[in-house]
């Protein structure tokens, strides 16, 4: 390739990144790098200046967001790569909420990443795994939009992550990382009285503090008993996708949903 193409110094670095070799009458140099392609000198500038998915800084001051301030934040999150193959944010579902005021409510349900349904719908747990939440929260005389009475009863629905991963796979510390400061806000606006861990990613995330080798520890070994995030209690259950490949487990769901509603009962 002749250096017809006026490539200043940080076009050859990508160029050279990407294994295309520049001839220089300059310096009657090669760049070789191998391997080497064989690239039409348009499409290798089109190449070079293709823009790698932007990352912009979860925006400052999170901690101190109001509920629509927040879910704004969301919508328009650049924070990790997901944001480049989400078709929307999750940001969750429930109770309604008061002039974009955190709705009231008792339960917090966390699941773990949004999944195909879900990216399409822009709603947390939909789906085959939403309905089988849907008949655990109407066994518990609850609903997921239902609006918080003299008796209790109101509950928010959310993930870990608000964006999808591609392929549904398991989602990346680092995209965890950046994406739980929503959910630790979400927490300490709605002020749940109860939280329901499903799955494992969203109770390594919530349990991370309170319990040191959570990443080791089998989800089963953490059901049973009642935990602590940002001083709300936390029982540990199956999420219900996995529950719908694994039938049997749903006594043990049950069994959790049984312990959380006794906690919260014993409290009130
Ligand atoms: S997953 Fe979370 S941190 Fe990543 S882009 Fe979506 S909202 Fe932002």
Known sequence: MTDTLHLDKRQRAMLAEMGVRVWSPMTEAAVMLA????????????????PAPILIQRPEGIDHMDWSALRTTVTGCQACTLCGSRQNTVFGVGAPEAEGAAPQVDWLIVGETPGEDEDRQGEPFVGQAGKLLDNMLGAMKLSRTGAHTAEGGGVYITNVLKCRPPGNRNPKPEEVAQCLP???????????????????????????????????????????????????????????????????????????????????????
């Not at 391997?35 to 293709?50: F, G, H, M, R, Y």
Request: proline share 8%; net charge positive.
């Open 35 to 50: 391997p080497a392609v064989d690239i039409e000198p348009t499409q290798a500038i089109a190449n070079a200046i293709k």
């Open 182 to 268: 929503y959910l630790e806000r979400q927490v300490a606006l709605l002020k749940p009285k109860m939280i329901l861990a499903m799955g494992r990613f969203a109770v390594q995330a919530l349990l991370r503090e309170s319990v040191p080798e959570v990443d080791g520890t089998p989800l089963g070994k953490l059901r049973g008993r009642v935990h602590q995030y940002q001083n709300v209690p936390v029982v540990v259950t199956y999420h219900p996708a996995y529950v719908m490949r694994n039938l049997p487990e749903k006594a043990k769901v049950w069994a959790d949903l049984c312990l959380a509603m006794a906690h919260l009962k014993g409290a009130e």
